[in-house]
C-alpha cells in the first residue's frame, strides 16, 4: 500500500466484515430513477409546473395551525374523508400513504409474501418488481401485444395459467401511455381468485376509471397519486380505494404514525382546491 494512500477511520470497515443482506437481495440491484437537471423529466413524468398558489399559500397559513409538538392522526380520516368526498366513496373505503408505491407495497404485505405470486404486465410500472421483491412475493408477467395491448382473452389466459394472488395493472400504463377498457379490468378480476389492484397514476388523463366497477367487483382495488396532474409529487401522497374489509387489512401492516401531520393536511387542501 503507498504511503499517500487514504486509510479508513471508519471501526465499521476494519477487517472488510459486514452483515450480510438476506440471500433473495445479495444479487438485486437497488431501483432508482434519475433526477437530471431540466424543466421537463420524462422519465418521472413530473409537471414542470408548481402546484397553484392559492394552493402553497393556504399550506403556509395551515402550518401555524398544526400541531407538529403531537404525533398524526393514525388513521388519516379527515384527509380520507376529503379523498372520499371527490371520488364519492365512505372514508371507510379510502385509503392514504406516503406515495401510491407505499399504498402498493402495504398490499402486497398484506396479501402477497412468500409463496405467493403477483402477475403484472411487461412492459410495466418498473417500480412494482422491486416492491414485490421487498416483501418476498413472486413476480410472473404477461407480455403485452404488438400493439402494446392487454386484451380481455390474453388477460383471462395469464390469471388462469398463474393463479395469482394479486394482479396489478397499471391504466393508463406506464411507460406506454395506453389505457385499456374496463373490459380488461372485468376480464382480470372474473378469471380468478387473486385481489386486482388497478394504478391509476394518471386516472386525470384517461376517459374511464375502473372506479365505475368497485361495486361490481369485490376484489377490485384503485389507486391514485397526487404526483401527477395534481402537480404535487414533492409530497408523497397517494391513496386507495377500494372494500372496507381490505381498508381494515391493511391495519395489520401498518407503521405507526406512517403519514405525517403536513401531508395529511396538504392533501386536505388539495382537494379543497
Not at 431501483?31 to 402546484?51: H, I, S
Not at 395491448?149 to 395493472?169: F, I, N, Q, S
Amino acid at each position: 500500500m503507498s504511503a499517500d494512500a487514504p486509510t479508513s477511520t471508519d471501526p465499521s470497515t476494519r477487517g472488510g466484515r459486514r452483515v450480510p443482506v438476506r440471500g433473495d437481495l445479495q444479487n438485486a440491484t437497488a431501483y432508482g430513477a434519475p433526477q437530471p437537471d431540466g424543466a421537463v423529466r420524462l422519465n418521472t413524468n413530473e409537471t414542470p409546473w408548481p402546484p397553484p398558489a392559492e394552493l402553497t399559500d393556504a399550506l403556509q397559513a395551515k402550518l401555524g395551525e398544526l400541531d407538529l409538538h403531537r404525533y398524526p392522526d393514525r388513521q388519516a380520516w379527515q384527509l380520507r374523508t376529503a379523498l372520499g368526498q371527490r371520488t364519492g366513496l365512505p372514508a371507510e373505503r379510502v385509503w392514504a400513504a406516503n406515495g401510491s408505491n407505499e399504498v402498493l407495497a402495504q398490499l402486497l404485505q398484506a396479501y402477497g409474501g412468500p409463496g405467493r405470486t403477483l402477475l403484472a404486465t411487461e412492459p410495466g410500472f418498473a417500480a412494482l418488481t422491486p416492491i414485490a421483491r421487498t416483501t418476498l412475493t413472486r413476480t410472473v408477467t404477461v407480455s403485452l401485444d404488438d400493439d402494446l395491448r392487454l386484451t380481455p382473452g390474453a388477460a383471462a389466459e395469464a390469471v388462469e395459467a398463474h393463479d395469482p394472488d394479486v394482479v396489478c395493472l397499471a391504466n393508463p400504463n406506464n411507460p406506454t401511455g395506453v389505457a385499456e377498457p374496463l373490459a380488461v379490468v372485468r376480464a382480470l378480476h372474473d378469471a380468478g381468485r387473486a385481489l386486482v389492484v388497478i394504478d391509476e397514476a394518471y386516472a386525470e388523463f384517461a376517459e374511464e376509471s375502473a372506479l365505475a366497477l368497485l361495486d361490481e367487483l369485490d376484489r377490485l382495488v384503485v389507486t391514485r397519486t397526487l404526483s401527477k396532474a395534481f402537480r404535487l409529487a414533492g409530497l408523497r401522497l397517494g391513496y386507495l380505494l377500494g372494500p372496507a374489509w381490505l381498508v381494515d387489512d391493511l391495519a395489520l401492516v401498518l407503521l405507526p404514525y406512517h403519514l405525517n401531520a403536513i401531508t395529511q393536511a396538504a392533501g386536505v387542501l388539495a382537494c379543497a382546491h
